[in-house]
């Protein structure tokens, strides 16, 4: 019945429209996720290794309080310094690759397990030993206390670069070797130095490690690599639905032409309503990298967000590449289908008919042809009752006339015997 495959030349359509646009979005996955170089270049371009040291600080100063294991506060500008000194951008940014390349690695089936191993002890020990050369120097440039002044200092434990003087039984070298060796050994800033894949956890420590919390990503990466190839196949099986369902062809192709096109201004009309939220985003109130509503967008946050900016540029760039070309398709469908039609008509339009024009004038009657005249009977003697057949017809002679004579002599019949 004809309605049924209306029915079904709808269904397929939408099916088709929807398998365009998840095509689109497993291959913009594939281009932009399939290769470690553009996590890397986009981590670059986000200004994020410059961040990762103050965030840290930052996140250790909110565990502790404000100071670590150590007397030093955290937040003092010269520990900070220490700290951007030897964990320069370059050595975090190393980190970060090798970090990022072994999970590809692992994502791609090349190795079991993430093959990576940071050790920033040797970086650490650095920071510990600057903020004890720092706190040395403040102290001895610092006066010896008066009594008075001695009286103020309720807290023995006071962060030494917040005194305001040094009290005499204070010793600068002392201190400062006391405060390199708690920096050296704290728990709460990067407790952990040799960072491997068994050491790094999903949900924090002596927990489960995250690639065997997520053993299935190398099946699930494996298959979104495959997909866009997948999809395509599936697109041209609807494609030829649609067309064999259609009740005529023409019409089914028609209908392609116009998914196709529908799918690339679908494409091309969600690049700009992403670009235009994404760069509308308040980073002080959405937080989308920090958990603590309460606290205004740090660097770091700042950062990642500026990461998924440039994801998301990347990603609905591809779209806009995939939009066009379904544009491009559909439009040369549609076009084909119009122009072919045309030609069609015209091919199949009837030609007029010429009649000849007839002379309207009546033609002269022409003379009556004369009855032929009856042939004789012959009758059968033998028979008298029997009734007379027609004779063969005799030649007819033209009589010559004699000469001398002008008319001619007529011949007499034969005289019948009774």
């Known amino acids: 019945m004809i309605w049924v495959r209306k029915a079904l030349v709808w269904f397929f359509s939408l099916l088709l429209l929807a398998c365009l646009l998840t095509l689109t979005s497993s291959a913009a996955f594939d281009l932009n996720f399939s290769k470690p170089d553009h996590v890397e270049s986009w981590l670059q371009q986000s200004n994020l290794y410059g961040h990762f040291v103050s965030d840290v600080i930052k996140q250790s100063e909110n565990t502790t309080g404000g100071q670590d294991d150590s007397s030093v506060s955290l937040s003092d500008t010269a520990v900070q310094q220490a700290a951007e000194s030897s964990f320069t951008p370059s050595l975090i940014q190393q980190d970060i690759n090798t970090f990022i390349n072994s999970n590809f690695a692992w994502l791609q089936g090349k190795t079991d397990k993430p093959q990576f191993s940071i050790d920033l002890s040797s970086q650490k020990q650095q920071f510990a030993e600057s903020v004890g050369q720092y706190v040395k120097a403040y102290l001895t440039n610092l006066p010896v206390c008066t009594s008075a002044q001695l009286a103020q200092i309720t807290n023995p434990n006071q962060d030494p670069l917040s005194l305001p003087c040094r009290p005499s039984n204070l010793d600068p070298t002392t201190e400062a070797i006391q405060i390199t060796d708690q920096l050296a050994n704290s728990n709460s800033f990067l407790g952990t ?128 590449y995939f939009g066009a070309a379904f544009l491009v398709i559909g439009g040369l469908i549609i076009t084909y289908m119009i122009v072919t039609r045309e030609r069609k008509t015209r091919a199949t339009k009837p030609k007029p008919i010429l009649v000849p024009q007839v002379d309207q004038t009546e033609p002269a009657e022409e003379p009556a042809m004369p009855a032929p005249a009856p042939r004789p009977t012959a009758l059968d003697i033998a028979r008298p009752t029997a009734r007379p057949t027609t004779a063969p017809a005799l030649p007819k002679f033209k009589a010559k006339p004699a000469p001398g004579s002008t008319k001619p002599k007529t011949r007499k019949p034969p005289r019948l015997i009774q």
């Open 193 to 320: 130095t040799n960072l491997t894949a068994d050491t790094v956890s999903a949900n924090g420590q002596n927990s489960q490690p995250y690639y065997s919390k997520l053993s299935n990503g190398p099946r699930v990466y494996s298959l979104l690599t495959k997909l866009p190839w997948i999809l395509g196949g599936v697109a041209l099986l609807l494609s030829a639905c649609v067309i064999m369902v259609a009740p005529r062809h023409r019409k089914g192709f028609r209908r392609v032409g116009v998914v196709f096109v529908t799918a690339g201004v679908i494409l091309l009309v969600e690049k700009f309503v992403a670009d235009a939220v994404v760069k509308h985003l308040d980073l002080n109130k959405i937080h989308l990298f920090n958990t603590d509503s309460s606290q205004t967008a740090g660097p770091l946050q700042q950062s990642l967000t500026h990461f998924a900016q440039i994801a998301e540029a990347a990603i609905t760039r591809t779209n806009i």
